[in-house]
């Protein structure tokens, strides 16, 4: 589950930091029959303001009404939606760092009881993490053990688990 919006991976021009955090504020500047859509974002070395493009030059009447609406009210929900759709991250050149902006919930139950788990992982919002760490963290291992684990046949998957992922997978632990 995601705890808060992830961190924006930018230079700074004035501190050289690589982190920008979402100030949940937009600019939105309109010219004749065009519109122009900013998501501010703040340094988090020395808090100078940039701007990601979420639209650059449209037709007014071509923005839904509600979606201009939550615009000018600087919408919290619609923040974290621009910061996870793709286009808006590929028009302004920016990658996203979830470190620690997402958490585990395993339900409350003791995964090291059983002799088999079958676990099925369900993501409430596409964030991206490494299989490896989710298991251990959830299992209570390290990372060493859980890659060992995989190595000798007793973690298995229908997916790769040594890469990233962001979409619902499921996973057999034999211990």
């Given amino acids: 589950m995601p705890t808060c919006l992830p961190l924006v991976r930018r230079r700074c021009h004035t501190c050289a930091s690589e982190?920008?955090?979402?100030?949940?504020?937009?600019r939105v500047n309109a010219n004749h029959k065009l519109i122009d859509v900013w998501l501010l974002v703040l340094c988090t070395g020395c808090g100078r303001t940039d701007k990601l493009t979420v639209l650059e030059r449209a037709r007014v009447r071509?923005?839904?009404?509600?979606?201009?609406d939550r615009l000018h009210a600087n919408?919290?929900?619609?923040?974290?939606?621009l910061l996870q759709d793709p286009?808006?991250?590929?028009?302004?050149?920016?990658?996203?760092?979830?470190?620690?902006?997402?958490?585990?919930?395993?339900?409350g139950s003791?995964?090291?009881?059983?002799?088999?788990?079958d676990v099925s992982v369900r993501f409430?919002?596409?964030?991206?993490?490494?299989?490896?760490?989710l298991i251990a963290e959830a299992c209570g291992l390290s990372r060493g053990e859980v890659e060992r684990l995989l190595a000798q046949g007793r973690l298995v998957s229908a997916v790769r688990l040594d890469g990233r992922l962001s979409d619902d997978f499921t996973f057999i632990l034999k211990r």
């Fill in 19 to 26: 982190r920008f955090r979402a100030s949940g504020r937009f």
């Fill in 87 to 107: 286009a808006v991250l590929r028009r302004g050149r920016v990658a996203l760092d979830w470190g620690g902006a997402w958490r585990l919930d395993t339900g």
């Fill in 62 to 68: 071509s923005v839904r009404p509600d979606l201009l």
């Fill in 110 to 117: 003791n995964p090291l009881d059983h002799e088999v788990l």
């Fill in 75 to 81: 919408d919290p929900g619609l923040t974290a939606e």
């Fill in 124 to 133: 409430a919002a596409p964030v991206p993490v490494r299989p490896v760490r």
